[in-house]
């Protein structure tokens, strides 16, 4: 496990069973959606609905042309960040399907992701029924127009609704698609070449007058009406029509390149939409007044006088005057719904958009909030909702969440109004994007090494302007309702904190979540500052640093000091590593990474490389620092004072065992100056990248480059193999988002060494070389091998000798190539227990690290990955 990779292949095999594989033909890749056609225009058809239709005439007519657009642009400033957001988390690493709540809670915490899952299911719940109401509210009036009524209008909207509805869940259940975009576009075209053909006198009576600058200054300002008209009630009612931003990051596992397609194709879809809107809310506001009659014979007579005509409609022969001051004018964009039908050119193409965009946009809520519910129940965040879970058929589809929403729905559908749902939704959704940008916002100012998007217009500040741009609007447009979502929210995140807290020791850590947690045996940390500075470097105000100093005392002193002491301390040295490695920490809150200097009397101290072994074996990161003048600046330390006897009397032993624990207190001394502590400068950090061990060896000069002293520093990353190889290699290390764009092959890394290095390196090992005469060997005691298991005999050395070369090769490299650098980081090499005797190891680590200049950092991770490998 802890050897290198090579490239060679695994011999044997049955060769019949590989012919008949590669005879199968590959199964078929399922259809994939580019930017345009999976995002943007998805997006659009979602944010183009109800509203857009039969509310932004009316809207117009409250605030006016100049505050409708001040809603429209707020809306879209709101949506617009939170689309920053989305396409940061978007290019935060892998990305699969199971939409937003997959991708916040994978890249931020399943803490976050649950609160935002459970509000953002409910509201796109909440949203089948406001696109449902608003096809129902449409078929009705087109009913009532030709004389045919069920009940009354609220009842049938009603009976339409539920209706309509149950017949989007058998589409939905049956995976039928829905395609309106062709529609909802030649709907469009129909409702401008509308306002320029002249208007028919049956349309002047309704309003309708074409453009007219006179009209356009009326509705310029805002003429508020009803218990709705007030700036933030329209804001209320409009803001569901800005949503639908996240329809394509709900279906992220159909896209071809979601990194790239998210972001592009959600903001192109934000900024198309409010240019629609905003035309428009102009175009409409231009050309029809806010109240007429309907009736032909309402004309401005010559006996009629001028005078006492009232609207901008007398300016243009038509006096509605009587239903103004009667306030029962049934045309005119403040109270005929139907607006844009009027002035279109074909009013039924603008019946068929609505039909369209509703049906098109409940659909896809329809379809989403049962996806997100069932991925969020999967996680098994709270209890009692596993059930509906559960997925049928061989797509895993919800059906129990579609029921679910399906009845959430219809709840909400009794209500038959929109103007009453659309404040619900705009509270539900601002929630939402309130707690994506807050999301977002937390995982850059708490320095998450997982947190690397590579979207380059994501700022954290703008996250935090929009998550309290959404929780002011909440509560200026209902206070009492954005405490209760809040308090919602609140209720599940602390559980969700409370149940991980509680499960500590359960909860596996994730990728984008990891952080380095170090061990460091430094002895005092006064005595080797130059290794507390350095993992300092990428530890402070990051994560954990942990410094471990071991001891080494008889046996009856450790007897006796166990009799005062709590802590159980073993007398030989390699078992007290192995115990700091296992009781150091709590719960999670442990190292996972160890780090140590380089020992250069290595010969004496061979039971490091067991170290090694262990902290492999406890599933640790291993690190080990080497710098030209030495780590250790302490004095010799003294020898400890006498050995502590059962037989003394308790007061003694209390004396003896306190001055033995003041021996090795931390001296509070002023900490030296090293090598760390300084500004880098424009050197560089070299990174010689030469196994997959996880990517510890990445991520760690990665961290460095984050802090003042290092930023200026230029990281390059040698790998080895062919030159034609590079370009292959750089996308590969770009999918990890760490900002390396400086990628070197080297060829001559695999070359043999140079003969005279051959040659010192053998004399560096030659005295731990074992005598293997067949005359010695056969003496009756045991073998010699294995009474000092670290010596190396010819066997050791043949069956490592690539190692061993490689090793002496690379010394040269660095030579060649890093003299210069501010940090050299390698890849460790490893050797297998029992295979490689720890000498030889420990001299390959002399050799690789010897005579250079810039200090060396040697790496192995644990071959569980820290970064997001293959992510793409």
Known sequence: MYEETTGEQMEGGDSSEEDEDRQKDPPPEPTRFGWVQGVMIRCMLNIWGVILYLRLPWITAQAGIGLTWVIILLSSLITGITGLSTSAIATNGKVKGGGTYFLISRSLGPELGGSIGLIFAFANAVAVAMHTVGFAETVTDLMRENGAVMVDRTNDIRIIGIITVTCLLGISMAGMAWESKVIIMVSFASYIVGTIIPASPQKQAKGFFSYKADIFAANFVPCWRGPEGSFFGMFSIFFPSATGILAGANISGDLKNPTVAIPRGTLMAIFWTTISYLIISATIGSCVVRDASGILNDTLSSSSSSETCVGTACQYGWDFSECIKNSTCTYGISNFYQSMGMVSAFAPLITAGIFGATLSSALACLVSAPKVFQCLCKDKLYPLIGFFGKGYGKNDEPLRAYLLTYIIA????????????????????????????????????????????????????????????????????????????????????????????????????????????????????????????????????????????????????????????????????????????????????????????????????????????????????????????????????????????????????????????????????????????????????????????????????????????????????????????????????????????????????????????????????????????????????????????????DQDLERNKAKTHRQIRLNEVLQDYSREAALIVITMPVGRRGVCPSTLFLAWLDFLSRDLRPPVLLVRGNQENVLTFYCQ
């Open 410 to 793: 219809a709840c909400f559908i009794l209500i038959a109004e929109l103007n009453t749902i659309a404040p619900i939704i705009s509270n539900f959704f601002l929630c939402s994007y309130s707690l994506i940008n807050f999301s977002c916002f937390h995982a850059s100012i708490t320095n998450s090494p997982g947190w690397r998007p590579s979207f380059r217009f994501y700022s954290k500040w703008l996250s935090l302007l929009g998550a309290v741009c959404c929780v002011v609007i909440m509560f200026l447009l209902t206070w009492w309702a954005a405490l209760i979502a809040f308090g919602v929210v609140f209720f599940l995140l602390g559980y969700t904190l409370y149940k991980k807290l509680v499960g500590l020791n359960n909860v596996e850590d994730h990728v984008k979540n990891y952080r380095p947690q170090c061990l460091v045996l430094t002895g005092p940390p006064s005595s080797r500052p130059a290794l507390v500075d350095l993992v300092s470097c990428f530890t402070k105000s990051l994560s954990l640093m942990m410094c471990g100093n071991v001891i080494i005392v008889s046996t009856t002193q450790l007897f006796d000091i166990a009799m005062w002491i709590a802590h159980v301390i073993f007398g030989e040295y390699d078992p007290f590593l192995c115990f700091i490695q296992q009781g150091a920490g709590l719960g999670r809150i442990k190292p996972n990474v160890l780090l140590m200097g380089f020992k250069t009397d290595w010969c004496t101290k061979r039971s490091v490389s067991v170290c090694f072994s262990d902290a492999f074996d406890l599933q640790y990161g291993v690190c080990m620092l080497r710098i030209r003048e030495g780590l250790d600046i302490s004095q010799p330390s003294q020898a400890h004072g006498e050995s502590l006897n059962l037989n003394k009397s308790p007061e003694t032993l209390l004396k003896l065992t306190s001055k033995f624990l003041s021996s090795v207190s931390i001296d509070p001394a002023p900490q030296p100056s090293t090598v760390f502590q300084k500004k880098q400068g424009k050197k560089t950090i070299d990174i010689y990248w030469l196994s997959d061990d996880g990517g510890l060896t990445l991520l760690l000069p990665y961290l460095l480059t984050r802090r003042k002293r290092w930023a200026r520093c230029k990281v390059r990353v040698f790998v080895g193999g062919d030159t034609d190889k590079k370009e292959e290699v750089l996308a590969l290390i770009k999918k990890f988002r760490l900002g390396f764009h400086d990628v070197e092959v080297l060829p001559d890394i695999y070359q043999n060494p140079q003969p005279g290095n051959v040659h010192q390196f053998e004399n560096m090992v030659g005295r731990f070389r074992l005598d293997t005469n067949p005359k010695l060997d056969s003496d009756s005691g045991p073998p010699r091998q294995q009474e000092e298991p670290w010596m190396i005999t």
